[in-house]
């Protein structure tokens, strides 16, 4: 299993090599990493985090959208703290903290 991708156990509970996994959902989760986001579009209300995250491919940054996090807008440059979610497109940004 290359790359701490999930497979089930035909029973609802996701297993990993990387992270850890929410029972009964099969999401991968990496608790509390550190970033800057890399990019934000304020009229879709979304954008990116740069992340030094060891567990995250060097090139690979972290959606997030406002809607999950709330409060006003965050700016590119601006450093945040936020839980790791895998989801079918690739690693979102859940919990986020503003720093």
Known sequence: M???QLRGDGEGR?????????????????VM???????????????FISTDDGDLDDDEDVFFHMEDVGGPDLEEGQEVEFDIESSQKGPRATNLVRN
């Open 2 to 4: 290359a790359g701490g």
């Open 14 to 30: 996701g297993t990993s090599t990387l992270g850890r996994v929410i029972p009964q959902t099969g999401v991968r989760l990496f």
């Open 33 to 47: 990493a550190n970033g800057k986001v890399d990019f934000f579009n304020d009229t879709g209300g979304y954008g």
